[in-house]
């Protein structure tokens, strides 16, 4: 497609990843992920008697943090984030002293709940020409940011691996912040981040109500993606959304926010 010469309809374009930027099949609960963990746990200096031992102590310590986050939370809406990574670290306290000097506990925490991750992962890929579009994008002076829910421990070796974080000029992650959406207060903070007005910007995700109602309730645009990952409840369109494309259509995409549809 030719170079058109439109200004963008959009400053900032941000984009949601999980059935938006990327195609991802994972499932938390299979054995080959609980297996990784309990052998990188190991190489790490921590015992656990068993794949089964290890387990139930994730599962205490897990439910322990989360009301302890829960009780901390900095919104009390629904959306307060929690963050899984201290849950890795307490599950990796009874660690030697020489396993610490090999890597420090923060480290390993994150490879710790990396091997877990890509245990759970049976595919992951970013959708063919999201690269492409993200570039694009930025060609014509966009500012491209990931805005996702998800657990930073988890995402920034996804987008490590599909090729995403070397093209991103920001990134911004639930589990980080502590808010998830559709909260009006992570917009805020987003447009915010970017020092941008919301009507000069733009979502882009796969949820009728996490990104195309979160968006709007900020006076934000949204691009509605329905993918094979958006909620059983959503339509193939969305009344809401400023377009709604069937799958990640990032030619329609573009088309859009450079201007390149006929008027």
């Excluded at 670290?89 to 000097?101: G, T």
């Excluded at 970013?126 to 014509?140: F, M, S």
Aim: one cysteine or more; charged letters at 25%.
């Amino acid at each position: 497609m030719e170079s058109m010469t439109h200004i963008p309809r959009y400053e900032v374009v941000f984009f949601d990843l999980y059935g938006t930027l990327v195609d991802i099949q994972v499932d938390m609960q299979v054995d080959a992920a609980w297996r990784a963990l309990f052998e990188t746990a190991r190489a790490l200096g921590a015992e656990y008697e068993s794949v089964a031992a290890l387990r139930n102590r994730f599962e205490q310590l897990e439910a322990r943090e989360m009301v302890h986050q829960s009780n901390h939370a900095i919104v009390r809406n629904g959306c307060g984030e929690f963050n899984v990574l201290p849950v890795y670290r307490s599950l990796l306290m009874n660690r030697s002293d020489e396993a610490e000097r090999r890597l420090a506990l923060p480290q390993a925490a994150e490879k710790a709940a990396w091997s877990f991750r890509r245990g759970a992962i049976s595919g992951l890929r970013a959708y063919p020409g999201a690269i492409d579009a993200i570039t694009r994008l930025q060609e014509a002076g966009v500012v491209v940011a990931l805005l996702c829910n998800g657990q930073s421990c988890y995402v920034r070796p996804e987008l490590d691996v599909t090729g995403l974080a070397g093209v991103l000029d920001d990134v911004i992650i639930s589990s980080e912040e502590k808010i998830r959406k559709p909260s009006k207060d992570l917009y805020m903070l987003a447009l915010d981040r970017e020092f941008v007005v919301a009507g000069k910007a733009l979502v882009v995700g796969n949820s009728e109500e996490r990104d195309v109602v979160g968006a709007q309730s900020m006076g934000i645009d949204a691009v509605y993606f329905h993918t094979a990952s958006s909620p059983a409840g959503d339509h193939e369109t969305s009344e809401s959304a400023v377009r709604s494309f069937l799958g990640a259509d990032f030619e329609g995409l573009l088309r859009y926010v450079l201007r390149e549809n006929p008027e």
